[in-house]
């Protein structure tokens, strides 16, 4: 398992703490910071990478699957995306509950479907329509339009990766 974490300003003590359990090992963890703020809580062996303030988590997540190559990637075969905060983890799932989920269908929303909870539900429950998403251009407020980040991933949707 490997961890990407898209860290602002909250401690990231909580996701060893009360989500991975004790005894699991995670091969790396990967936590880009993009507030300017210290990372508080994560592991000495943690990758920091600093990143500009652009584009919140979604740009973090797509920032790291644009970089892997091909040999990190064929020998993870999960990869968990977190953000520092826990504050929707009243609807999320158990971490063996995601690995199961994963080990079946190569993927896991850690939130629960609409039918587990009614108006709480994710978006991205249902893999066969997310393995269609793709990202052509990215702008979340006008404040990232003079941003000079950019990526371009090899693979066509979020299926293909």
Same mark, same amino acid.
């Given at each position: /398992?490997?961890? !990407?974490?898209?860290?602002?300003?909250?401690?990231?003590?909580?996701?060893w703490?009360?989500?991975?359990?004790? +005894?699991?090992? /995670?091969? @790396?963890? %990967?936590?880009?910071?993009?507030?300017?703020?210290?990372?508080?809580?994560?592991?000495?062996?943690?990758?920091?990478?600093?990143?500009? &303030? !652009?584009?919140?988590? +979604?740009?973090?997540?797509?920032?790291?699957?644009?970089?892997?190559?091909? +040999?990190?990637?064929?020998?993870? &075969? !999960?990869?968990?995306?977190?953000?520092?905060?826990? $504050?929707?983890n009243?609807?999320?799932?158990?971490?063996?509950?995601?690995?199961?989920?994963? @080990?079946?269908?190569?993927?896991?929303?850690?939130?629960?479907?609409? @039918? %587990?909870?009614?108006?709480? @539900?994710?978006?991205y429950?249902?893999?066969? +329509?997310?393995?269609?998403?793709?990202?052509?251009? $990215?702008?979340?407020?006008?404040?990232?339009?003079?941003?000079?980040e950019?990526?371009?991933?090899?693979?066509?949707?979020?299926?293909?990766?």
């Amino acid at each position: /398992v490997t961890l !990407v974490i898209s860290h602002c300003d909250k401690p990231i003590g909580w996701i060893w703490e009360d989500f991975i359990p004790k +005894d699991f090992e /995670v091969d @790396s963890t %990967y936590v880009y910071t993009k507030c300017g703020n210290d990372v508080e809580g994560a592991p000495q062996d943690a990758q920091i990478i600093v990143l500009p &303030n !652009v584009g919140r988590c +979604d740009h973090t997540y797509a920032y790291h699957m644009a970089r892997l190559d091909s +040999d990190h990637a064929a020998n993870n &075969n !999960v990869v968990l995306f977190l953000k520092d905060n826990d $504050y929707r983890n009243d609807v999320g799932r158990e971490f063996f509950e995601l690995m199961q989920i994963t @080990s079946l269908n190569g993927f896991a929303c850690n939130e629960r479907s609409a @039918s %587990y909870y009614q108006d709480k @539900s994710s978006a991205y429950h249902n893999y066969t +329509d997310l393995a269609t998403f793709k990202i052509g251009h $990215y702008l979340r407020e006008s404040r990232d339009e003079d941003s000079e980040e950019t990526f371009i991933s090899e693979y066509q949707n979020l299926g293909a990766w």
